[in-house]
C-alpha cells in the first residue's frame, strides 16, 4: 500500500504539469517602464525558421495579449490556418499502450516522435508522407529497439512542414528494469526537468518577438525559444507627443547666444532616456560603464552607437531608416527614428517654460528634477525617478548627458533658420544636452549646450530618440 500511495502522489503532481503544454497559444502582458498596461500594442512572434510566417496579437485594455499559434500571417499570402491538428494523446496517464490521435488539412511529410524528460530521442512512430485527413498512432511504450521504457514522463513531438508541435504524456508502469532517463514518478516528477526537454528537443521552436505600436518605442527580442503555454512578459518605454509650436531658444551666456526664436514641427519624443535593457535587447550588447541595471540609462555610448540603434529601431517598427551609415548623414524626410536637433531638444526640455529648468530657477528645484553633482552620488540612477515636465518628459536635467543629432557650430544661433534648424552643414563635433551625474547645475540648464566628439563614449553619455509625427 506504501508503493499505491507514493505512485498516486507521484501521479498527481505530475499530472499538474500536463496543461502547460498544448502548443495553442503563449499569453503575457505588455507595461510600460513604470508598470502600466499599455494597450493597442502590437505584438509579433515571428518565426525563426520562416520569417514568412508571423503570429500575430494586439494587447487589450489591461495590457494582456495572446498569441494563437492556430493561425499565422504569411507575409506573402496573407493569414493562413496551421496545416494540421494534434489532439492530446489517449488514455494519459497509460499502462501499457496509448494512442496519438492528428488530423492533417493538407496532404504532407510527418514525423512523430517520443522524447524521454532529457530530451533523447526514444523512438520514432511515424515518418512518411500522408495524405489528408484524420490520423492516429499507437505507441506501445517502447523504444525503437522494441524494447519497453520506465515509467514516466515523455513527450511526443509532431512535425509537420517545418511547423513542430509537442504534447507531454505519462506512462504508468512500462514494465522495464532499463533506464531511459524518463525521470520515475515516485520522486514526484521535475517540472525544470521537462521544460528543459522541451527546449531541447523544440529548439527550432525559436521566435523574434517584437512589440510596436503607435506611441511606443520598438521592441525586440532575437531568437527567443518559447516553451509551450509560456507566459512572456514585456516592458516598453512610450513616446511623448511634442505639439508644434514656437519658442525663444538660447540665453545671454556666451555661446547659447543670441535668444532666437525658433519653430518646430510637431514630433514624439522617447519619455526617458533609453535604457540598458531597450540598448542590450536591440543591439545585443550592452556597454555601460557606470553601473548595470535594465532601468538604467545606457551610457559610454558614442554618437554613432545612438543613429545605428536609431536605424534599428527603424527596421523593427518597419519604417524608413533615417541614416546613411556610409555618410552617417541624416535624411530628415525620412519617418524613422533618429536622434533630437538641438531646437527639438531645448523645445521638449522647457515644455513651455522659460526658467533654468522646467521646475525653476533653482538647484533646489534641479534637485527634484533631476540628478547632478550634488545629489547623484557620483552614479547613474533609475530613469523615470524624478519630476517629470509638462509634456511627462523625465531626466531632461541630468541623469546622463544626451547626444543630439546636430553638428556643433559655435556661432551658429547667428545664422541659423527660424523653421526646425537642423544644425550646421560641416563640423567636427557634435551637440550633447542635459547634464550628466556629475555635472555642475548650471551644465543642467536648459538651454545649455556642449559638444563632444562623435567618436568619444563615456560614463555620463546616453541618449533619447524622436520620430516626427506620423499622418
Not at 544636452?433 to 543642467?444: A, E, K, P, T
Amino acid at each position: 500500500m506504501k508503493k499505491i500511495f507514493l505512485i498516486f502522489v507521484g501521479t498527481l503532481s505530475v499530472l499538474q504539469l500536463f496543461d502547460s503544454l498544448a502548443f495553442s497559444a503563449v499569453t503575457g502582458q505588455v507595461e510600460d517602464i513604470f508598470g502600466y498596461p499599455v494597450s493597442e500594442a502590437v505584438v509579433t512572434f515571428t518565426d525563426v525558421s520562416d520569417s514568412n510566417i508571423l503570429y500575430r496579437a494586439i494587447t487589450d485594455s489591461d495590457g494582456m495579449y495572446e498569441i494563437d499559434f492556430t493561425t499565422f500571417v504569411n507575409e506573402t499570402t496573407g493569414i493562413e490556418p496551421k496545416n494540421f491538428t494534434l489532439k492530446q494523446n489517449y488514455p494519459n496517464p497509460f499502462n501499457p499502450s496509448t494512442t496519438i490521435p492528428f488530423t492533417l488539412y493538407k496532404d504532407g511529410f510527418v514525423n512523430i516522435s517520443i522524447y524521454n524528460v532529457l530530451g533523447q530521442k526514444v523512438n520514432t512512430l511515424i515518418n512518411e508522407h500522408l495524405s489528408t485527413g484524420p490520423h492516429s498512432v499507437a505507441w506501445a511504450s517502447t523504444d525503437d529497439s522494441g524494447m519497453r521504457v520506465s515509467a514516466g514522463i515523455y513527450i511526443y513531438q509532431f512535425t509537420f512542414e517545418r511547423r513542430i508541435e509537442t504534447k507531454k504524456m505519462l506512462l504508468l508502469d512500462g514494465g522495464s528494469t532499463r533506464d531511459h532517463g524518463s525521470g520515475s514518478i515516485y520522486s514526484g516528477g521535475s517540472h525544470s526537468r521537462v521544460d528543459d526537454a522541451i527546449s531541447k528537443i523544440a529548439g527550432s521552436m525559436k521566435y523574434d518577438i517584437s512589440i510596436t505600436g503607435d506611441g511606443l518605442l520598438p521592441l525586440e527580442y532575437k531568437e527567443v525559444n518559447i516553451l509551450d503555454g509560456q507566459t512572456f512578459n514585456i516592458s516598453v518605454s512610450q513616446l511623448s507627443k511634442i505639439p508644434e509650436g514656437n519658442f525663444s531658444m538660447g540665453s545671454s551666456t556666451y555661446y547659447e547666444q543670441p535668444v532666437h526664436e525658433v519653430s518646430l514641427d510637431a514630433f514624439e519624443m522617447s519619455v526617458t532616456e533609453v535604457t540598458q535593457h531597450q540598448y542590450e535587447t536591440i543591439m545585443g550588447t550592452n556597454p555601460s560603464w557606470t553601473l548595470i541595471g535594465s532601468t538604467l540609462p545606457v551610457d559610454n555610448v558614442n554618437w554613432y552607437d545612438a543613429v545605428m540603434f536609431c536605424n534599428r529601431l527603424s527596421v523593427i517598427a518597419g519604417l524608413e531608416q533615417c541614416y546613411d551609415e556610409s555618410t552617417w548623414e541624416c535624411n530628415f524626410s525620412k519617418n524613422g527614428f533618429r536622434l533630437p536637433t538641438e531646437a527639438e531638444w531645448e523645445y521638449a526640455c522647457r515644455a513651455g517654460t522659460t526658467t533654468e529648468y522646467y521646475t525653476g530657477n533653482t538647484n533646489s528645484n534641479l534637485k527634484s528634477a533631476g540628478w547632478f553633482y550634488d545629489n547623484g552620488k557620483q552614479k547613474t540612477h533609475p530613469v523615470g525617478e524624478k519630476v517629470p515636465n509638462k509634456l511627462g518628459l523625465y531626466d531632461m536635467h541630468g541623469n546622463v548627458w544626451e547626444w543630439c543629432n546636430d553638428r556643433y557650430g559655435s556661432n551658429y544661433y547667428s545664422e541659423s533658420p527660424e523653421h526646425n534648424p537642423p544644425g550646421p552643414d560641416t563640423a567636427p563635433w557634435r551637440v550633447i544636452r542635459g547634464g550628466g551625474w556629475v555635472s555642475r547645475d548650471y551644465q543642467c540648464r536648459s538651454a545649455c549646450r556642449d559638444l563632444s566628439p562623435p567618436e568619444a563614449s563615456g560614463r555620463d553619455l546616453g541618449f533619447r530618440v524622436v520620430i516626427r509625427t506620423q499622418q
